[in-house]
């Protein structure tokens, strides 16, 4: 038996007004999934073109679980990690005085011009012009944080 209308949307308008906001809400959200990820990719780096740019580093840093000194210090955990303090490495006075910690905007700048971040350094290294090789070094390094 049918009494009355049949009507699944009794409610017209409110039910048009939430369609509104449901909107308002999830076209921004539509819009930033869109451009995200390029922003995301650009931010990150690639770990495996990181991998291949590492070979300018490997001659003096090791990297990896059992890391240990070489020409210069281990790159284990250093994101996040205070600048000249790993315990089997002889840092200049500038690295040990440096009193910062490596945060991926530092190593980005310091991988860049590294005397511009840590002036009297002895790590012997003129810096890397490209910001995205400096990124999938980073994205690389990010692989080896515990
Ligand atoms: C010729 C050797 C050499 C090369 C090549 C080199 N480094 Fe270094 N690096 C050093 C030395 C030596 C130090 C210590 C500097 C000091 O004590 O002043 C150092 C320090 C660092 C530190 C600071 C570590 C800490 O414990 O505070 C980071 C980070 C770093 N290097 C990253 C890199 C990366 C990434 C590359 C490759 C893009 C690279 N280095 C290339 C020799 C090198």
């Known amino acids: 038996m049918v009494t009355g209308h ?3 949307y009794p409610h017209d308008g409110a039910n048009e007004l939430i369609t509104e906001r449901f909107m308002r809400v999830l076209t921004p959200i539509a819009l930033l999934l869109c451009v995200l990820p390029a922003f995301v990719q650009a931010a990150t780096g690639d770990p495996l073109a990181g991998r291949a740019a590492f070979a300018k580093c490997a001659s003096c840093h090791a990297v990896g679980p059992s890391a240990r000194a070489g020409f210069g210090p ?9 600048a000249g303090s790993t315990a089997d490495f002889k840092y200049s006075p500038a690295m040990s005085a440096a009193g910062f910690t490596w945060t991926e905007d ?6 860049k011009a590294p005397s511009d971040v840590v002036p009297g350094n002895k790590m012997r290294f003129w810096g890397i012009g490209s910001d995205k090789q400096i990124d999938d070094i980073l994205a690389y390094l990010r692989t080896f944080q515990q």
């Open 6 to 8: 049949l009507n699944f």
């Open 106 to 111: 530092k190593l980005r700048a310091f991988l």
């Open 74 to 82: 281990q790159l284990t955990n250093v994101i996040g990690r205070k």
